[in-house]
């Protein structure tokens, strides 16, 4: 009798920096168009390098507004929000603020076990493993890995932007 064939799926965090850049240049498209923004300082800066994203602008207010401009255009390209955490804010010349948001790409190690544990605890016929910066979940049906990514789906406060791809 043939050996039931073993199927996979990863869950990572990874971002399209591609889609990232793309979203940040349709951001400062539409603020060239906005009155609002009209002779106010203004900037937008990805640093993809260090995985940073700083806004920079008037006041709070216009910060907002500013980040509220961005994750629509994330959203648009299929980014999650999710992927954006505020580091810090703070006052800079002229009265003027900054923000800085790091760019979330990987499941942290404490997310990554709380992820396994909540699969471990439905007590499915399946094997995650921590490989690195993705989990990999394993099993011989099909139908309880679809319930592994409807569990994981329902973890409460996880800040990684998960995604869930490979399957095979």
């Known amino acids: 009798m043939?050996?039931?064939?073993?199927?996979y799926f990863d869950i990572s965090a990874k971002l399209d920096f591609m889609e990232m850049k793309?979203?940040?240049?349709?951001?400062?498209k539409e603020l060239t168009n906005r009155f609002d923004f009209?002779?106010?300082?203004v900037e937008i800066e990805l640093n993809d390098k260090a995985k940073l994203l700083t806004l920079s602008s008037s006041s709070d207010s216009k910060i907002d507004a500013l980040k509220d401009i961005v994750i629509s255009k994330m959203i648009k390209r299929n980014l999650s929000p999710k992927s954006l955490d505020e580091v810090k804010q703070e006052g800079i010349s002229?009265?003027?603020?900054?923000?800085i948001y790091k760019i979330v790409d990987s499941i942290e190690k404490d997310e990554a076990k709380k992820i396994v544990k909540a699969i471990k605890d439905a007590k499915l016929k399946v094997t995650p493993a921590i490989q690195g910066?993705?989990?990999r979940v394993s099993g011989k049906k099909i139908d309880e890995l679809q319930a592994v990514i409807s569990?994981?789906?329902?973890?409460?406060g996880l800040k990684a932007p998960l995604t869930f791809g490979n399957f095979k």
């Not at 043939?2 to 199927?7: I, Q």
């Not at 569990?151 to 409460?156: F, G, H, P, Q, S």
């Open 2 to 7: 043939a050996k039931a064939k073993e199927h």
């Open 94 to 99: 002229g009265g003027n603020v900054k923000v």
């Open 22 to 28: 793309n979203a940040i240049e349709q951001a400062k």
């Open 38 to 41: 009209k002779g106010v300082m």
């Open 133 to 135: 910066d993705e989990i």
């Open 151 to 156: 569990i994981v789906r329902k973890i409460e």
